[in-house]
C-alpha cells in the first residue's frame, strides 16, 4: 500500500509509493515541497487518515475528494512516481514544427517561379558557310539551289565587318536601334522578307544574334547567314 499524509503547508491529502519514505516530494496543490514521512509515521498516519475518511462518510462527504488528490486503483502504481512538474516538462517538450513547413512552402514556390526566369531562349539555325561553299553548293548537282545574286536580288543584305559597324544595302546604321526602323521600311516599302547576314571572320557573335533576333521581330520570314574573309 501506497504511503498517504497530509501536506504540511496546504493539508492536501497525497499519496506516494513506499521506496519514497523518508524522502520529499512536490505537492501538487501548493507547488511546496514536503518531506515524505517514514515507514512507521506513514502507517499511523495512514490509520489517522482512515478513522477521517469515516467521520467524513458519517458527514455525508464520503462522496467529494480533494482537488489534487491521485487515487491508487491497484497495486502496480505503487512504484510510479507521481511528479506534477516533471509532466509539465514533458508537455513543454514537443517542439512546434508549423513555422518550417511554412518556410518549406515558401521556398518550394519561391523556387518554382524563379525556375521559368531562368530558362533560356534558344535560336535554332545553321552554320554559316563561306561564299565560295554557298556558291559551290547551289552549282552541285541535284536541284540547284539560290545563288549569291539570286539572294541579293530578294533580300535585305546585312553586312558586318571586322569593327561590328553595320552596314544595309551598302549603308551604314548606327545600331541595332536603327536597324530595326530600316529593316521595318524594308518590309513594308519594298517587300523584302528574307535577310541575308555577310559577316566578316573577325565580326563578334553577339552582334550576328543581335541583327538576327532584330530581323525576326520586325517580321521577316527568313534570315541567312554568311561568312566572309576580311580585305587584305
Given at each position: 500500500?501506497?504511503?498517504?499524509?497530509?501536506?504540511?503547508?496546504?493539508?492536501?491529502?497525497?499519496?506516494?509509493?513506499?521506496?519514497?519514505?523518508?524522502?520529499?516530494?512536490?505537492?501538487?496543490?501548493?507547488?511546496e515541497?514536503?518531506?515524505?514521512?517514514?515507514?512507521?509515521?506513514?502507517?499511523?498516519?495512514?490509520?489517522?487518515?482512515?478513522?477521517?475518511?469515516?467521520?467524513?462518510?458519517?458527514?455525508?462527504?464520503?462522496?467529494?475528494?480533494?482537488?489534487?488528490?491521485?487515487?491508487?486503483?491497484?497495486?502496480?502504481?505503487?512504484?510510479?512516481?507521481?511528479?506534477?512538474?516533471?509532466?509539465?516538462?514533458?508537455e513543454?517538450?514537443?517542439?512546434?514544427?508549423?513555422?518550417?513547413?511554412?518556410?518549406?512552402?515558401?521556398?518550394l514556390?519561391?523556387?518554382?517561379?524563379?525556375?521559368?526566369?531562368?530558362?533560356?531562349?534558344?535560336?535554332?539555325?545553321?552554320?554559316?558557310?563561306e561564299?565560295?561553299?554557298?556558291?559551290?553548293?547551289?552549282?552541285?548537282?541535284?536541284?540547284?539551289?539560290?545563288?549569291?545574286?539570286?539572294?541579293?536580288?530578294?533580300?535585305v543584305i546585312?553586312?558586318?565587318?571586322?569593327?561590328?559597324?553595320?552596314?544595309?544595302?551598302?549603308?551604314?546604321?548606327?545600331?541595332?536601334?536603327e536597324?530595326?526602323?530600316?529593316?521595318?521600311?524594308?518590309?513594308?516599302?519594298?517587300?523584302?522578307?528574307?535577310?541575308?547576314i555577310?559577316?566578316?571572320?573577325?565580326?563578334?557573335?553577339?552582334?550576328v544574334?543581335?541583327?538576327?533576333?532584330?530581323?525576326?521581330?520586325?517580321?521577316?520570314?527568313?534570315?541567312?547567314?554568311?561568312s566572309?574573309?576580311?580585305?587584305?
Amino acid at each position: 500500500m501506497p504511503i498517504q499524509f497530509r501536506c504540511e503547508h496546504c493539508q492536501q491529502l497525497l499519496s506516494i509509493s513506499r521506496r519514497k519514505a523518508g524522502g520529499t516530494t512536490v505537492c501538487p496543490s501548493c507547488l511546496e515541497e514536503v518531506p515524505v514521512p517514514t515507514l512507521d509515521a506513514g502507517e499511523g498516519e495512514e490509520a489517522a487518515e482512515g478513522l477521517i475518511a469515516k467521520r467524513e462518510a458519517a458527514a455525508g462527504g464520503a462522496g467529494e475528494t480533494r482537488r489534487g488528490t491521485r487515487p491508487v486503483d491497484s497495486e502496480d502504481e505503487e512504484d510510479e512516481d507521481w511528479n506534477p512538474s516533471r509532466k509539465r516538462h514533458q508537455e513543454n517538450d514537443a517542439i512546434d514544427m508549423t513555422a518550417m513547413v511554412d518556410v518549406t512552402f515558401l521556398l518550394l514556390i519561391f523556387f518554382m517561379v524563379t525556375a521559368s526566369f531562368a530558362a533560356q531562349k534558344v535560336l535554332e539555325t545553321s552554320p554559316p558557310q563561306e561564299q565560295e561553299q554557298a556558291e559551290e553548293a547551289g552549282a552541285g548537282g541535284g536541284a540547284p539551289g539560290p545563288t549569291i545574286e539570286d539572294l541579293e536580288e530578294s533580300s535585305v543584305i546585312v553586312e558586318v565587318d571586322g569593327q561590328d559597324r553595320i552596314t544595309v544595302d551598302g549603308k551604314a546604321v548606327a545600331g541595332i536601334h536603327e536597324l530595326r526602323e530600316v529593316l521595318n521600311q524594308k518590309l513594308v516599302g519594298e517587300q523584302k522578307t528574307e535577310v541575308l547576314i555577310q559577316a566578316q571572320y573577325e565580326a563578334k557573335h553577339g552582334t550576328v544574334v543581335s541583327i538576327t533576333d532584330t530581323a525576326m521581330d520586325v517580321g521577316m520570314q527568313r534570315v541567312r547567314r554568311l561568312s566572309r574573309k576580311g580585305d587584305p
